[in-house]
């Protein structure tokens, strides 16, 4: 089979690295890929979002297999155009992606399936909005309903705040036209996890639990970032919670999918708030997240490409994934001033160290090669991501390697599962 990649983040070598160990694979091309993508896969330099480009190299190469890594291309209808063309491809089209493009239709399908979710209102008006945070007090979250790279999530802890977070995204339009309305919502306690399954429209898969770690500083503080370290299996994931995320969660969604006519395949992930064991839905994602993709894939044991072809061909019912029972960590070390500007072309040194290193896989972010040096190419760089017999030992074997890697201004948190440790012991 030949399988085409799109993507070049840690998320996408994860992927491409797992892909390539699939004895179904003669062929592997990452679009754009990266540094570190470069040694399992062909990096072919069309970007993630060029939808026309992409089918066009799809086409003339006859890829048997498109895995779509990141959200924008899925928005854009990238499955749709290849299946159109008689591509397969894995990841939902257009109107199934709106679960993640879309915030206010995200949380309308979750109130028509009476999914739980923070209580919620939706805006396209400022001073209905003002008029709505001055009634309900903070805190109080305001979301941007469109994509925004992470960044259209305002957590406002005072009034004052949610009405900046109001006035950025409809009246300065911050974000375009991902602004042009928003929603404001309840703002939850507890812990946060990731639930992520793979879903052929009908049958719900899931994957290992996960935590992400989505603030920059230590001890969660600082602004949101992509995630800058994850961990599976999450503990306070127990079976019961488990349980209840399969009936309350996924199962209503994909089947209030359909019942809109939208037959949803590929990975869908809810982001959940889970307090006394009661999970609610935060958000979805279209895709696998990055890095809970590099801790879950290193633990995978099944052919990955065997279940993705499922998914697309919709014959998921009666696939099963196994496992490494042993717990996995990803650490992500970014480069200087992340999640803002960053700096680009820092040599990175110390790799060499690692390359018989037996805890694991150093996945590559924001990397390129450049004069036969490998340098920094974006604010997530690389992603230690280790395995152990427990959790501390996966942590300890990740922070060792990551203290190999050096380049001017790295940084990194130190505290990557720090909490599902204190909720073990
Ligand atoms: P989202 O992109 O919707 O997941 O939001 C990004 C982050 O904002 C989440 O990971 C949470 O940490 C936080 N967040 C979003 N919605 C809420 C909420 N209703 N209550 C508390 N925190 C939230
Ligand atoms: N790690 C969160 C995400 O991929 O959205």
Not at 62 to 84: F, H, N, S
Not at 346 to 371: C, K, P
Request: charged fraction near 25%; include cysteine; glycine fraction near 12%.
């Amino acid at each position: 089979m030949k399988v085409l990649v799109v993507g070049g983040g840690g998320r996408e070598h994860a992927l491409c690295w797992k892909i390539h160990r699939s004895p179904r694979v003669r062929e592997l091309y990452c679009a754009p890929g990266n540094g570190g993508i470069a040694d399992v896969a062909r990096c072919v330099p069309i970007a993630a979002d060029d939808v026309v480009g992409l089918c066009a190299f799809a086409l003339e190469k006859a890829i048997d297999l498109t895995v779509v890594g990141p959200e924008r291309a899925l928005t854009l209808g990238l499955v749709d155009e290849l299946e159109k063309r008689g591509r397969r491809a894995f990841g939902p089209r257009r109107d199934g992606a709106r679960l993640e493009g879309s915030k206010v239709f995200a949380k309308q399908l979750l109130e028509e399936c009476r999914v739980p979710t923070a209580k919620f209102g939706v805006f396209r008006e400022a001073d209905a909005a003002e008029r709505f945070v001055r009634a309900n007090g903070a805190p109080l979250v305001v979301k941007a309903d469109g994509l925004a790279a992470g960044k259209g999530v305002f957590v406002c802890a005072t009034e004052a705040e949610a009405l900046a977070a109001v006035d950025e995204i409809l009246r300065a339009r911050r974000f375009g036209s991902a602004g042009s309305s928003l929603v404001i919502e309840e703002c939850l306690e507890g812990e946060e996890a990731s639930f992520l399954a793979l879903t052929d429209g009908e049958t719900v898969l899931p994957l290992a639990s996960s935590q992400d770690h989505k603030r920059i500083f230590d001890g969660d503080r600082g602004p949101n970032t992509g995630g800058m370290g994850a961990y599976s299996p999450a503990p306070v994931v127990t079976t019961a919670v488990h349980d209840r995320v399969m009936r309350r969660v996924m199962a209503p969604v994909v089947a209030g999918l359909r019942s809109r006519g939208i037959r949803y395949q590929g990975v869908l992930y809810a982001g959940l708030m889970i307090r006394e064991g009661e999970p609610k839905v935060l958000e979805f994602n279209a895709r696998f997240g990055d890095p809970e993709c590099q801790a879950l894939l290193v633990r995978l044991e099944s052919d990955l490409v065997e279940v993705m072809l499922a998914a697309a061909e919709r014959r998921l019912a009666g696939q099963r994934l196994h496992w490494d029972p042993r717990p996995s960590v990803c650490v992500v070390l970014a480069a200087e001033g992340y999640p803002g500007d960053v700096a680009q072309g820092d040599e990175i040194s110390g790799l060499e160290q690692l390359r018989d290193w037996r805890h694991g896989v150093v996945f590559h972010a924001g990397t390129t090669r450049r004069d036969g040096r490998l340098v920094t190419a974006g604010g997530r760089v690389l992603g230690v991501t280790a395995l152990g017999a427990t959790l501390g030992e996966a942590v300890d074997h990740a922070y060792r390697a990551a203290g190999a890697v050096r380049w001017r201004g790295m940084q990194y948190r130190k505290d990557i599962g720090a909490r599902a440790l204190g909720r073990l012991s």
